[in-house]
């Protein structure tokens, strides 16, 4: 049972990233699913959640508008779409499945 972040990276301010969340062992259409980060020196902050048929979403005041989770079931993965980043949102960012599992991470760096 485990869940597994790809897709993080060094981007520009103002670029795109999308990260993913694979998950095995356990499907993770009876979750809500959530993405998290935690940035140097600061706590784990909750970033975007979605339920378990991809038909609602919320997300922090932080990445609103510029963030988008979805999901595809049938592929057993979560993903956090990021445009317009700031160097804010420089963090290890993690995927929770309900209150359960939490994966290992992916670090995104935005930087000149």
């Known amino acids: 049972v485990q869940l597994v972040e790809s897709g993080g990276g060094l981007v520009q301010p103002g670029g795109s990233l999308r990260l993913s969340c694979a998950a095995s062992?356990?499907?993770?259409?009876?979750?809500?699913m959530r993405w998290y980060r935690q940035a140097p020196g600061k706590e784990r902050e909750w970033v975007a959640s979605i339920d378990n048929t991809g038909g609602t979403s919320a997300y922090a005041d932080a990445v609103k508008g510029r963030f988008t989770i979805s999901r595809d079931n049938p592929k057993n993965t979560v993903y956090l779409e990021m445009k317009s980043l700031k160097p804010e949102d420089t963090a290890v960012y993690y995927c929770r499945a309900g209150t359960t599992y939490w994966g290992k991470g992916t670090l995104v760096t935005v930087s000149t």
């Open positions: 062992g356990f499907p993770i259409s009876i979750y809500l």
